[in-house]
């Protein structure tokens, strides 16, 4: 293979228009501050967030630790829910910043990122496609066009709270996502690549319009298509990223895909051409290759154990049976989505209606080029209707689905924004041709045409204002339940005071007052028929809101959750002796793992903490423990203050060391 120099790329620059510079240099600023602003920012300003986080932070430290690759370790057992490759991204970058928050969440935020920009890249290739093939423009304004609409769906690929939330946090989802959602781009391109050539855009009397080879339709036009021995490059990325996906989170990172390439094809009748064109056996050789050499080895180290464990129960039986009470009714996935694309899953419905996949005759005539649309729509409802099915239901399973929301509704927002002007022009030539038409009653022909584009228009008009409408109602129920929310917080016992603190920070007014003032602003903008601007108000709203009230929120929610874990982690590495075992009676907190560096036995109830002491302590009867735990808990367990060594108290946690021999069965009583 040709590596491409240092020279080529100085000569590419060099014969590229000086608009073209300058549009790249903003597409990359524009790229760097959604990456910045939804996953960079502060990402190391809080500590691990129990209860999961912990888990994957301490399993790739383990890696590290005890240079085993291959079996993950969490707290000296076994951890067999997730595949490595997320634990081997955290080692990895453990090497190169440190064990630290930074290289537990950098997997993630890259991840979240590079989908990012996959998908600004695809909208920029074949957003434009989409577009109102009726509406041209300028030929000075194609560029801007097609960056405009990438611009659009990047910032809603990035910006909505369910991506911001996973892409924040160290765990499996986002490079999950990253993986499989990239894999799916990447099968797009190379399947709208093979008869791009069959449909480009081309300038005419300064206009951009669709030129097509030839009259007939969309069969002729695969016919036509270029098949060549080798596998198209796009196609072989797709291959690499399944196996990845699946690498990161198991079955599901080939499963889904082959659930929304299989229907999406099957409905446009291609499905037997791609199945030649994809080159299928050596796809499964490159997926062997990569996912094979992990399985085969984990399960020849630990048997039947690891099958049990990671296909039996972490996701056969996740999906037919309720797994951890994590159990909601068959509704759940349409709340998680309203809530999680907020603002933009209002215009989903609406979004999803623009693509007309119940006229499969209409997406048939369609090139392959200007498929983006139908095919983001079974990537969505393929995955909505899979995981809505599953017994075990959790608001992350969902998250692959949300690029493909972003790119339906960042297409439909796209077409609103672009031709807004286009579509005045037409409707006042539809009218007067329509006053033209009438003087000659007799001609139906004329009459019918007119008539039905302004039919047309005024119903997508009606839809887009009850759209619009339902977004500023939205948006102030939203703030409503933002700002009396302190009133139904559960009180955590790790944080009882939260509630009280929340409401004295002023972070909840101000959020409700933020999506308060851009409801407003959004109907102002709405009174004035200006509504391609509806967009840019959603979007300023949404980032004053992430800036200025759920950063700092989180912070907040560290400060009296996390923190506390971690000052006192910090006293047990300070004081601990070796030898002298950490239990901890709560709620089980995995970071005091992470944080202290040591195993940590964990009990939720006294009782069981009091047995467990009093099975080992006859078989050494010397030294300490260290406990840590409610205050409560040291008095259920049956001390009474002079009894143990007080070290540190933080938050709603007390630290002490007691003698072993206090835990002589019949030295001392518990109290239930």
Excluded at 174 to 199: K, W
Excluded at 476 to 494: E, H, M, T, V
């Amino acid at each position: 293979m040709k590596l491409i120099q240092p020279l080529d790329i100085i000569n590419w620059f060099k014969s590229q228009p000086k608009s073209h510079i300058l549009t790249l240099a903003l597409s990359i600023l524009w790229l760097s501050l959604l990456a910045w602003l939804a996953f960079f920012c502060n990402l190391d300003n809080i500590g691990l967030i129990d209860e999961t986080e912990p888990l994957f932070a301490e399993a790739a430290r383990q890696m590290v630790e005890t240079g085993d690759w291959i079996t993950p370790y969490f707290n000296g057992e076994t951890r067999f829910d997730k595949p490595p490759l997320i634990y081997w991204l955290m080692a990895i970058a453990y090497y190169l910043f440190g064990i630290n928050e930074w290289s537990v969440r950098f997997p993630s935020a890259i991840s979240a990122t590079a989908l990012m920009c996959f998908g600004f890249y695809i909208l920029y290739k074949y957003g434009y496609y989409y577009l109102n093939s009726q509406i041209y423009t300028p030929e000075n304004k194609f560029l801007m066009v097609r960056l405009l609409i990438a611009w659009i769906g990047a910032a809603m690929i990035a910006l909505n709270p369910e991506t911001i939330a996973w892409g924040r946090i160290g765990v499996s989802d986002m490079l999950l996502t990253g993986c499989m959602c990239s894999a799916l781009l990447a099968f797009f391109i190379g399947y709208a690549s093979q008869t791009e050539n069959t449909h480009i855009p081309q300038q005419k009397n300064s206009k951009i319009i669709k030129h097509k080879v030839s009259d007939l339709p969309h069969d002729n036009q695969s016919s036509k298509t270029t098949k060549s021995p080798r596998l198209n490059k796009w196609y072989l990325a797709f291959y690499i990223l399944i196996s990845l996906a699946v690498l990161a989170k198991g079955p599901i990172g080939i499963v889904l895909p082959a659930m929304i390439i299989g229907s999406f094809l099957l409905y446009v009748g291609d499905f037997f051409q791609i199945w030649q064109e994809i080159n299928i056996r050596r796809g499964i050789l490159i997926f062997f290759t990569i996912t094979f050499p992990w399985y085969f080895i984990v399960t020849l180290v630990n048997g039947k154990e690891y099958l049990d464990s990671f296909f039996g129960y972490h996701n056969f039986e996740r999906f037919t049976r309720v797994v951890n009470h994590h159990q909601a009714p068959w509704y759940f996935y349409f709340l998680v989505v309203l809530i999680g694309f907020a603002p933009w899953s209002i215009y989903l419905p609406i979004a999803i209606a623009k693509t007309k996949f119940w006229q499969p005759c209409y997406w048939h005539s369609k090139p392959r080029t200007e498929q983006l649309g139908l095919f983001a729509f079974f990537w969505f409802i393929c995955i909505f209707i899979f995981f809505s099915i599953s017994a075990t239901k959790l608001p992350s399973y969902v998250l692959p689905l949300m690029p493909a929301a972003a790119i339906l509704v960042g297409l439909f927002w796209s077409d609103i924004i672009i031709n807004r002007d286009s579509m005045s022009t037409q409707t006042n030539k539809s009218e007067d041709n329509s006053t033209q038409s009438s003087v000659n009653p007799t001609d139906n022909s004329v009459q019918l045409v007119p008539r039905l584009i302004r039919n047309t228009s005024k119903s997508k008009g009606r839809f887009l204002s009850c759209s619009v409408v339902a977004n500023i109602i939205f948006l102030l129920i939203l703030a409503l339940g933002i700002i009396y929310s302190f009133n139904w917080l559960d009180r955590d016992p790790a944080m009882p005071y939260f509630p009280e603190i929340i409401r004295k920070s002023g972070l909840l007014i101000r959020g409700g007052l933020i999506l308060m003032t851009t409801a407003i602003v959004i109907g102002f903008i709405w009174r004035k028929k200006q509504t391609s601007w509806v967009w840019s108000a959603n979007f300023i709203g949404l980032v004053a809101c992430l800036i200025f009230t759920i950063n700092p929120m989180m912070f907040l929610v560290d400060q009296e959750r996390q923190l506390p874990l971690r000052q006192l982690a910090k006293t047990i590495v300070e004081v601990r002796q070796p030898g002298e075992e950490i239990i901890m009676i709560a709620f089980e907190k995995p970071s005091l793992v992470f944080y202290t560096r040591q195993p940590v036995e964990f009990f939720r109830r006294a009782t069981n903490a009091r047995e467990y002491l009093e099975k080992i302590v006859p078989k050494d009867p010397s030294g300490n423990v260290v406990i840590i735990g409610y205050p409560k808990k040291f008095i259920h367990v049956g001390l009474e203050p002079g009894q143990y060594q007080y070290l540190d108290s933080r938050g709603a946690y007390q630290l002490g060391k007691v003698p072993k021999n206090m835990f002589l069965k019949g030295h001392s009583k518990i109290n239930n």
